[in-house]
Nanobody
Framework: QVRLVESGGGSVQAGGSLRLSCSAS????????MAWFRQAPGKERERVAFVDQSDVTTYTDSVKGRFTAYKDNGKSTLYLQMANLNPEDSAMYYC??????????????????WGQGTQVTVSS
């Protein structure tokens, strides 16, 4: 059984920092691409960052320079270090995993594994 369990969310003031964690079990972590998504009320779900099986990370423009996503394959854990947070970052943050096919991440439009989410609230 695959499980993705997020933790680390909370409430911070603008300019503050948080680190989210996503602990994975039931998958070969090093052979999966891992991503952080977020969804705020009334808004579409947005992919914040993903780390591929070679540990190359890609970010959405709005978080570049502020967020850092990385994997610890030994701990089967994905992290999202968030700095200089602003109220627009407030959302439920979800961890997701897709497999790898021919050396590339499978489509992020068909994600088989999701975590339950952790709430991040940034006040001004």
């Amino acid at each position: 059984q695959v499980r993705l369990v997020e933790s680390g969310g909370g409430s911070v003031q603008a300019g503050g920092s948080l680190r989210l964690s996503c602990s994975a079990s039931g998958i070969t972590f090093s052979n999966h691409c891992m991503a952080w998504f977020r969804q705020a009320p009334g808004k579409e779900r947005e992919r914040v960052a993903f780390v591929d099986q070679s540990d190359v990370t890609t970010y959405t423009d709005s978080v570049k320079g502020r967020f850092t996503a990385y994997k610890d394959n030994g701990k089967s854990t994905l992290y999202l270090q968030m700095a200089n947070l602003n109220p627009e970052d407030s959302a439920m943050y979800y961890c997701a995993a897709v497999g790898v096919f021919w050396g590339r991440c499978r489509s992020w439009n068909d994600i088989p594994y999701w975590g339950q989410g952790t709430q991040v609230t940034v006040s001004s």
